[in-house]
T-cell receptor
Framework: AQTVTQSQPEMSVQEAETVTLSCTYD???????LFWYKQPPSRQMILVIRQEAYKQQNATENRFSVNFQKAAKSFSLKISDSQLGDTAMYFCAFMREGSQGNLIFGKGTKLSVKP | GAVVSQHPSWVICKSGTSVKIECRSL??????MFWYRQFPKQSLMLMATSNEGSKATYEQGVEKDKFLINHASLTLSTLTVTSAHPEDSSFYIC???????????FGPGTRLTVL
């Protein structure tokens, strides 16, 4: 069975600084997808970034980038130039290819951006 | 991205009554829909997975007679909480995936309070 571990329950960062959220996963699958979701106080789940396991290049979306280390089963999220609106819960998630889209979530990291 | 709506966004009901929550994919056909429950400061807990026209598959520990799921069309799934009790009070989130099965699109959630 696949598991996703987020070892940082809470983190804080100063506005405009950079922060990295950690995520590790365990799987014996070779084809899968990895995601970072943001859940702000509104509780709407928002996709931040996704990574296909077969792609060696790390995904990037504006200020958000990942460090995907397939051999180490690590998938960290880097947020550059942190903004107050980045304050939210961040969930790392795993999806096995062929699983009909079933996501396995980590427990989440609460990120607070301080002015 | 694809849009998923949920209705109602919040509902208060009396103990013993039933409540129906609707989940609609607005601009794509949702081959599979997922229902989650989320307690405060916790991750999403998958309750069940449903495919259009088929019976839902419930996760271990979820009472299928209490949480009735219907996925009658490719754009609509409903969750009915039958004979609701205060312990059923929670935040319920639906999501949907299309035929590519490589991403889930989340609804905004429904806050249920049972008095």
């Amino acid at each position: 069975a696949q598991t996703v571990t987020q070892s940082q329950p809470e983190m804080s960062v100063q506005e405009a600084e950079t922060v990295t959220l950690s995520c590790t996963y365990d799987t014996s699958e070779s084809n899968y997808y990895l995601f970072w979701y943001k859940q702000p106080p509104s509780r709407q789940m928002i996709l931040v970034i996704r990574q296909e396991a077969y792609k060696q290049q790390n995904a990037t979306e504006n200020r958000f980038s990942v460090n995907f280390q397939k051999a180490a089963k690590s998938f960290s999220l880097k947020i550059s130039d942190s903004q107050l609106g980045d304050t939210a819960m961040y969930f790392c998630a795993f999806m096995r290819e062929g699983s009909q889209g079933n996501l396995i979530f980590g427990k989440g990291t609460k990120l607070s951006v301080k002015p | 991205g694809a849009v998923v709506s949920q209705h109602p966004s919040w509902v208060i009901c009396k103990s013993g009554t039933s409540v129906k929550i609707e989940c609609r994919s607005l601009d794509f056909q949702a081959t599979t829909m997922f229902w989650y429950r989320q307690f405060p400061k916790q991750s999403l807990m998958l309750m069940a997975t449903s495919n259009e026209g088929s019976k839902a598959t419930y996760e271990q520990g979820v009472e299928k007679d209490k949480f009735l799921i219907n996925h009658a069309s490719l754009t609509l799934s409903t969750l009915t909480v039958t004979s609701a009790h205060p312990e059923d009070s929670s935040f319920y989130i639906c999501s949907a995936s299309g035929h590519l099965y490589n991403e889930q699109f989340f609804g905004p959630g429904t806050r249920l309070t049972v008095l």
